[in-house]
């Protein structure tokens, strides 16, 4: 089992930024992936952006491409996003997942999920 703890989210004015972090621990040495997804009310969870736990490889929703990064500290087994330029359509609850495998975009493929941390943008 691998849990992970999201933290981070917040009221921020639109154009600021915030930073999210995840914390996995248990069975971490059997992740391969991680992701952040979104959930805005009414409306379906969406891929966000992704990371190969080593770091080589990252992948991110066209919809944020530009405005976030996604980054691990594998020290610390955590995960960050950072979200510059935040927009009105940003507001969401955020969560992290782990994935065994490398299919980023598809939600189903990550075992395990955090509770989700708020992130809520005001225009």
């Known amino acids: 089992q691998v849990q992970l703890v999201e933290s981070g989210g917040g009221l921020v004015q639109a154009g600021g930024s915030l930073k999210l972090a995840c914390a996995a621990s248990?069975?971490?040495?059997?992740?391969?992936?991680m992701g952040w997804f979104r959930q805005a009310p009414g409306k379906e969870r969406e891929f966000v952006a992704a990371?190969?736990?080593?770091?080589?490889?990252?992948n991110y929703a066209d919809s944020v491409k530009g405005r976030f990064t996604i980054s691990r500290d594998s020290a610390k087994n955590t995960v960050y996003l950072q979200m510059n330029s935040l927009k009105s359509e940003d507001t969401a609850v955020y969560y992290c997942?782990?994935?065994?495998?490398?299919?980023?975009?598809?939600?189903?493929?990550?075992?395990?999920w955090g509770q989700g941390t708020q992130v809520t943008v005001s225009s």
């Open positions: 248990g069975r971490t040495s059997s992740t391969n992936a």
């Open positions: 990371i190969i736990w080593s770091g080589s490889i990252t």
């Open positions: 997942a782990a994935s065994t495998t490398w299919r980023p975009k598809i939600s189903a493929t990550y075992e395990y």
